[in-house]
T-cell receptor, first 114, second 113 residues
Framework: AQSVTQLDSHVSVSEGTPVLLRCNYSSSYSPSLFWYVQHPNKGLQLLLKYTSAATLVKGINGFEAEFKKSETSFHLTKPSAHMSDAAEYFCVVGDFTGFQKLVFGTGTRLLVSP | EPEVTQTPSHQVTQMGQEVILRCVPISNHLYFYWYRQILGQKVEFLVSFYNNEISEKSEIFDDQFSVERPDGSNFTLKIRSTKLEDSAMYFC???????????FGEGSWLTVV
């Protein structure tokens, strides 16, 4: 079965400093991986996705993630945090053994201080 | 930009009552989904729906749950007799095709008292 593990429940950064949100995956086949973001009282918005093309994936709002098969990781990064980045971030793996469904990690809350 | 819309945004209901959560998927999408997130827990898959029938459901999606596409635009989730443990945020989602990006709505927060 597909699964993801988000290694940090909370990450705190200062505005203007780099962001690193860690995710490891487990998959019995070549995975499709996603990062979704949830701002307070908002829905789940797709940040970026990896589907076996380039290993470095660029998303919206300056975020990117690198697929590393040898480390089974898909960490999310951003060079410089902005206050508006404060939100809950979910690492997600696609389970396409039947009709597609998404398997979510437990989420990482990103706190950005001035 | 097209989006998935959900109503109501928040509903409080008495235990044992029936609840219908409504969703309008993105207009050209063919696959529809419900997920839920109990407070403090993971977002979980409930059900996927394609071609007017359930294509896959999780073990959570028992006989008290049902889904329907009553017309060309709406997609509903019905909980027949709500329990306290049904309190959660329910997300509707849609995609153009299997394997395509899944787009989520803003969620319907259900509180069962």
């Amino acid at each position: 079965a597909q699964s993801v593990t988000q290694l940090d429940s909370h990450v705190s950064v200062s505005e203007g400093t780099p962001v690193l949100l860690r995710c490891n995956y487990s998959s019995s086949y070549s995975p499709s991986l996603f990062w979704y973001v949830q701002h307070p009282n908002k829905g789940l918005q797709l940040l970026l996705k990896y589907t076996s093309a380039a290993t470095l994936v660029k998303g919206i709002n300056g975020f990117e993630a690198e697929f590393k098969k040898s480390e089974t990781s898909f960490h999310l990064t951003k060079p410089s945090a902005h206050m508006s980045d404060a939100a809950e971030y979910f690492c997600v793996v696609g389970d396409f053994t039947g009709f597609q469904k998404l398997v979510f990690g437990t989420g990482t809350r990103l706190l950005v201080s001035p | 930009e097209p989006e998935v819309t959900q109503t109501p945004s928040h509903q409080v209901t008495q235990m044992g009552q029936e609840v219908i959560l409504r969703c309008v998927p993105i207009s050209n999408h063919l696959y529809f989904y419900w997920y839920r997130q109990i407070l403090g827990q993971k977002v979980e898959f409930l059900v996927s729906f394609y071609n007017n029938e359930i294509s896959e459901k999780s073990e959570i999606f028992d006989d008290q749950f049902s889904v329907e596409r009553p017309d060309g635009s709406n997609f509903t989730l019905k909980i027949r007799s709500t329990k306290l443990e049904d309190s959660a945020m329910y997300f509707c989602a849609s995609s153009a095709a299997s394997g395509n990006t899944i787009y989520f709505g803003e969620g319907s927060w259900l509180t069962v008292v």
